[in-house]
T-cell receptor, first 120, second 110 residues
Framework: QLQLQESGPGLVKPSETLSLTCTVS??????????WGWIRQPPGKGLEWIGS?????????NPSLKSRVTISVDTSKNQFSLKLSSVTAADTAVYYC?????FGHGLDVWGQGTTVTVSS | QSALTQPASVSGSPGQSITISCTGT?????????VSWYQQHPGKAPKLMIY???KRPSEISNRFSGSKSGNTASLTISGLQAEDEADYYC??????????FGGGTKLTVL
């Protein structure tokens, strides 16, 4: 059974870079049918797609975050990662990683989410 | 890209049916049969309920159904049960390999 687990610091200072990793277990990140994505949810608010990556390294970003986001994949470790630069309090959120079937067809497996707070 | 438009809240009594709408544009919902729906209980990760407008993962009850007309997609839940009370989000492919979510709808089972 495929599982995803987010990891990374729970507290990041303003203007610094938020870094998270999603570890995939129970399956291969190199499957040709799937993409891998990051989604966030600010406290009390809705879901926002941040971006996605294919195992080849091809990336797709939310235009509103594109200038600050980098998503990468490490197939040897079965992991993919998120970096969000120049963070502010508005980036405080629960960050989820998820598997996306054939891009756009549905996010069918989700991690449990990790809370990241931006504060000095 | 702008978020898809959903009603902030809907409610229904046990056994009744409710429908949640998700309105986009001709650039997203209207152009692709790639709308999905997610259920989220408080403090939990979202769960895929419907994909490709109307398809259900095997483990999802057939009380959940999806449809689309023009730029608006809909999720219908029939035979409402107490455990259906949750937040529901729609999501659409927008072209250019991007995704957009709706603002979310809180379902209350009276």
């Amino acid at each position: 059974q495929l599982q995803l687990q987010e990891s990374g610091p729970g507290l990041v200072k303003p203007s610094e870079t938020l870094s998270l990793t999603c570890t995939v277990s129970g399956g291969s990140i190199s499957s040709s049918s799937y993409y891998w994505g990051w989604i966030r949810q600010p406290p009390g608010k809705g879901l926002e797609w941040i971006g996605s990556v294919y195992y080849s390294g091809t990336t797709y970003y939310n235009p509103s975050l594109k200038s600050r986001v980098t998503i990468s994949v490490d197939t040897s470790k079965n992991q993919f990662s998120l970096k969000l630069s120049s963070v502010t309090a508005a980036d405080t959120a629960v960050y989820y990683c998820a598997r996306i079937y054939s891009f756009g067809h549905g996010l069918d497996v989700w991690g449990q989410g990790t809370t990241v707070t931006v504060s000095s | 890209q702008s978020a898809l438009t959903q009603p902030a809240s809907v409610s229904g009594s046990p056994g009744q049916s409710i429908t949640i709408s998700c309105t986009g544009t001709s650039s997203d919902v209207g152009s692709y049969n790639l709308v999905s729906w997610y259920q989220q209980h408080p403090g939990k990760a979202p769960k895929l309920m419907i994909y490709e407008v109307f398809k259900r993962p095997s483990e999802i009850s057939n009380r959940f159904s999806g449809s689309k007309s023009g730029n608006t997609a809909s999720l219908t839940i029939s035979g409402l049960q107490a455990e259906d009370e949750a937040d529901y989000y729609c999501c659409s492919y927008t072209g250019s390999s991007t995704l957009v979510f709706g603002g979310g709808t809180k379902l209350t089972v009276l």
